[in-house]
C-alpha cells in the first residue's frame, strides 16, 4: 500500500476484554515496529519484527503483550485481559531494512473502560 | 544508553512569530537525531534527521535544527510560525540509526495563536 495501514483507528474495550490490533506496512518492507504513546507520556518501544522473526521484544511491559507478523506483511498486537493502564495510541511502523527510514501508521486509539 | 529531553510540553507562538522547540539528548555513542511530527489523528511523520556532516539540517516546511555536541542539543527551530504548524513535535535520538533504537521524548505541543 501507499503508506502504513492500522486498523481499527480506535478501540473502547471492557476491562479484561482481549483486544486485537492490526498493522498493514508498506509493500516490501521487511521490518516492522509497534510503539505506544501513552497520556503525558512520550513514545515507547514495544516490538520490533524483521520479516517473520521478533528480535526484540523488550518494550512489551508484560505478558499479557504478544505480537505476531505473517508471511512477512501483517502483524498483531494483542493484548489480553485488558486494564485502565493499556488505554493509549499504539503505532506501528515498517521500514526497508532495519536501518531504513520508519513511516509511521495513524495508530490505532484504544480506550480501556 | 540513550534518553531525550524536551523541554516543554506546551509552546505557544503568534503566527509569524519565531518557532524554537528545545530537544537535549544522551547518547554513549555518536548519535542520529530525529523530528517527528504528528497532526491530529495522523501518524508521524519524519521532519529531519541529523546522522553525520552538516550539523544545521534543513526538512520540511521550513523547519531546521542544529547539532549542537557541545550542548548535547537538537533543538528545532522555524523563523515564522504559520497556522498550520499547530501540531505535537517529537525529538528522536537513535545510537545505531536504526528505527528499532529510537528513543522518543515526551513531546511537545505546538499551539499557533493569531
Known amino acids: 500500500g501507499a503508506g502504513v495501514s492500522q486498523s481499527p483507528s480506535n478501540k473502547v474495550t471492557e476491562k479484561g476484554k482481549d483486544v486485537e490490533l492490526r498493522c498493514d506496512p508498506i509493500?516490501?518492507?521487511?521490518?516492522l515496529y509497534w510503539y505506544r504513546q501513552s497520556l503525558g507520556q512520550g513514545l515507547e518501544f514495544l516490538i520490533y519484527?524483521?520479516?517473520?522473526?521478533?528480535?526484540?521484544k523488550s518494550g512489551l511491559p508484560s505478558d499479557r503483550f504478544s505480537a505476531e507478523r505473517t508471511g512477512g506483511s501483517v502483524s498483531t498486537l494483542t493484548i489480553q485481559r485488558t486494564q485502565q493502564e493499556d488505554s493509549a495510541v499504539y503505532l506501528c511502523?515498517?521500514?526497508?531494512?532495519?536501518?531504513?527510514?520508519?513511516?509511521f501508521g495513524q495508530g490505532t486509539r484504544l480506550t480501556v473502560v | 544508553a540513550q534518553s531525550v529531553t524536551q523541554l516543554g510540553s506546551h509552546v505557544s507562538v503568534s503566527e509569524g512569530a519565531l518557532v524554537l522547540l528545545r530537544c537535549n539528548y544522551s547518547?554513549?555513542?555518536?548519535?542520529?537525531l530525529f523530528w517527528y511530527v504528528q497532526y491530529p489523528n495522523q501518524g508521524l511523520q519524519l521532519l529531519l534527521k541529523?546522522?553525520?556532516?552538516?550539523?544545521l539540517v534543513k526538512g520540511i516546511n521550513g523547519f531546521e535544527a542544529e547539532f549542537k555536541k557541545s550542548e548535547t542539543s537538537f533543538h528545532l527551530t522555524k523563523p515564522s510560525a504559520h497556522m498550520s504548524d499547530a501540531a505535537e513535535y517529537f525529538c528522536?535520538?537513535?545510537?545505531?540509526?536504526?528505527?528499532?533504537?529510537?528513543?522518543f521524548g515526551s513531546g511537545t505541543q505546538l499551539t499557533v495563536l493569531p
Open positions: 511502523a515498517s521500514s526497508l531494512g532495519g536501518q531504513g527510514r520508519a513511516f
Open positions: 509493500s516490501g518492507h521487511t521490518a
Open positions: 519484527f524483521q520479516g517473520n522473526s521478533a528480535p526484540d
Open positions: 547518547s554513549s555513542v555518536p548519535p542520529y
Open positions: 541529523y546522522t553525520t556532516g552538516a550539523t
Open positions: 528522536a535520538v537513535s545510537a545505531g540509526g536504526s528505527a528499532r533504537q529510537l528513543t
